[in-house]
């Protein structure tokens, strides 16, 4: 629907290319096509200018630069238990969302046990979280306990569901 994708042929000329333009947006889309046609041609020729019959050219644009997922910022994290009993020592967990951030994605974290035992080593975690339209971090904290044992490493491991509004990719 524009003329400013005119190409001209000299004479002898069998083929030029179409240089297509694409405009990145921060919005992620499955899939996006158009379509290319070549009409109106034009010649100063006697013999004119024709079109053939292959005239129109789909073009399938894929871009999975902008897909929205939801992860930790990192794999591991540690945290000394508190000395005291009674005492509470927090782990801050970051969660961020990366690419398209239009739409509001719902994930749930939870803890499971490791070595460390929810309750003894530290308390459970079951929450949702609400990433709004723009929003790119929340942190999840999880509170690590004094269990008066003297122990080596303990790990427990925190998991995202599936978001609930299926827009982002959990990861």
């Not at 996006?32 to 100063?44: C, I, M, T």
């Amino acid at each position: 629907n524009t003329d400013a994708s005119i190409i001209s042929f000299s004479s002898g000329e069998l083929e030029k290319p179409c240089v297509l333009s694409l405009v990145d947006d921060t919005l992620y889309e499955d899939g996006e096509e158009l379509r290319l046609v070549l009409g109106n041609p034009k010649s100063d020729s006697q013999f004119g200018a024709s079109v053939g019959a292959l005239n129109e050219a789909l073009v399938k644009i894929k871009d999975t630069a902008d897909k929205p997922i939801i992860r930790f910022s990192e794999t591991k994290f540690s945290i000394s238990e508190p000395k005291e009993a009674g005492a509470v020592a927090t782990v801050r967990v970051p969660v961020v969302r990366v690419g398209d951030t239009s739409k509001v994605s719902v994930v749930r974290v939870h803890t499971k046990d490791g070595s460390a035992l929810s309750g003894e080593d530290y308390y459970p975690v079951s929450q949702e979280i609400e990433f709004k339209e723009g929003e790119r971090l929340h942190i999840v904290e999880v509170e690590v306990l004094c269990d008066g044992v003297r122990e080596t490493r303990e790990a427990f491991t925190l998991h995202l569901k599936p978001d609930e509004n299926l827009v982002a990719e959990t990861q």
